[in-house]
Nanobody
Framework: QVQLVESGGGLVQAGASLRLSCAAS????????MGWFRQAPGKERESVAA????????YYADSVKGRFTISRDNAKDTVYLQMNTLKPEDTAVYYC????????????????????WGQGTQVTVSS
């Protein structure tokens, strides 16, 4: 069992930056590939970014590529999502998720792959 707590959301203007954090507890953090997802009102949850156990492999949705950066600090049991040049369409609740894996280099971008989820943090981007 692993517990995930997101933080760092807020209300910003278009073009601004935010950094989301997701702190994990309960198990060895480096045993988990991590992902960030988001869900906007009336829309399905979508994958935003994902990262392998030791950070060597990453994935980004096309909509955020070049603007968002996922990273992790296994010593701090934390995964981050740096979001730059935010747009109104980035407005959503952002969730982090964890998937236990034995593969060092794999990331996972389907929400079906993930076993544990945080409670979410709201990001609102005004135009």
């Amino acid at each position: 069992q692993v517990q995930l707590v997101e933080s760092g959301g807020g209300l910003v203007q278009a073009g601004a930056s935010l950094r989301l954090s997701c702190a994990a507890s309960g198990r060895t953090f480096s045993s988990y590939a991590m992902g960030w997802f988001r869900q906007a009102p009336g829309k399905e949850r979508e994958s935003v970014a994902a990262i392998s156990r030791y950070g060597g492999s990453t994935y980004y949705a096309d909509s955020v590529k070049g603007r968002f950066t996922i990273s992790r600090d296994n010593a701090k049991d934390t995964v981050y999502l740096q979001m730059n040049t935010l747009k109104p369409e980035d407005t959503a609740v952002y969730y982090c998720a964890a998937h236990h894996t034995f593969y060092n280099s794999k990331y996972y971008y389907s929400d079906d792959d993930y076993d544990y989820w945080g409670q979410g943090t709201q990001v609102t981007v005004s135009s």
